[in-house]
């Protein structure tokens, strides 16, 4: 029998475990659309964790990737930020034809201001493993959304998650993450915006949870989430204009 190992350095769900070369995952009722969407990603020629199925006690079970968390490295260098900014528009085209079946359910904790596209909708730091092969995992919060809104999120998680950094090395990352995305004068000009309100958005989902008592967010809200968060949104909002700026300027 292979050993379960506990896999840290998630939040949002209790029992992730690596057993030999796969990772397995409580099964809900989105993980089936889920894992067609998975599926057709890597189908479209994209590296993804590669998906088996359920095992016999009823979890999702995918490749164990090996590789360390890009949030338990030091800071990604520019050229590294454009090519997650690059892996990101990658995932967008590879899913920008995807047609999910009619009563494909999805799990939704932020509305989405669109319905364009499916998008993993957690495109961050903690999501992506680098080793030989640079891979993001934890696709369960796919789910219709739009390209500006995820792209938003995964800029922002990349380049303006530490409210101590100097804003304007904080803008040359940002710059270099969305070139590698390639984005075009709509995206640059709306990312700004998009990414206070994303922003803002993560930080509510915490505080109402807080109030409503629903987890993991309303533990997650007093454990150092909320402030963090809250000094984010702060920071986003209030350099906005250098964020603009330094996304004006197309390579
Ligand atoms: N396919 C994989 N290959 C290697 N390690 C993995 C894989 N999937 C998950 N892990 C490890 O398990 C940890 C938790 O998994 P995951 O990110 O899926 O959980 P989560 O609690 O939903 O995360 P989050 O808080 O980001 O929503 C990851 O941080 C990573 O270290
Ligand atoms: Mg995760």
């Known amino acids: 029998m292979v050993e379960e190992i506990l896999m840290l350095g998630g939040n949002a769900t209790d029992g992730v475990v690596r057993v030999g070369s796969t990772v397995r995952k409580p099964w809900t009722v989105a993980t089936p659309s889920v894992l067609a969407f998975v599926k057709a990603v890597s189908d479209a020629g994209f590296d993804v964790p590669a998906v088996h199925g359920q095992d016999a006690q009823g979890r999702q079970v995918t490749e164990f990737v090996p590789g360390r968390l890009a949030m338990d490295l030091p ?134 949870s807080h109030a409503a008592g629903t987890e993991p967010w309303a533990t997650m809200f007093t454990s150092g989430h909320g402030t963090h968060w809250n000094a984010v949104t702060q920071f986003v909002r209030k350099h906005r204009s250098l964020w603009a700026q330094a996304l004006q300027t197309v390579p």
């Open 75 to 208: 800071p990604l260098t520019l050229p590294e930020l454009f090519r997650v900014g690059h892996i990101v528009r990658a995932i967008h085209d590879a899913s920008a034809t995807y047609q999910p079946a009619p009563d494909a359910a999805w799990i939704t904790h932020i509305a989405p201001p669109g319905t364009d596209l499916i998008c993993h909708n957690d495109l961050a730091p903690w999501n992506l493993l680098i080793g030989d092969r640079w891979v993001f995992i934890d696709w369960d919060a796919s789910a219709p959304s739009t390209r500006l809104w995820d792209l938003a999120y995964a800029a922002q998680s990349f380049t303006l998650n530490d409210a101590s950094a100097d804003p304007r090395l904080a803008a040359r990352a940002l710059a270099a993450f969305v070139d590698g995305y390639d984005a075009d004068f709509e995206l640059r000009d709306a990312l700004s915006a998009a990414m206070w309100q994303r922003t803002t958005a993560m930080y509510q989902l915490l505080e109402t």
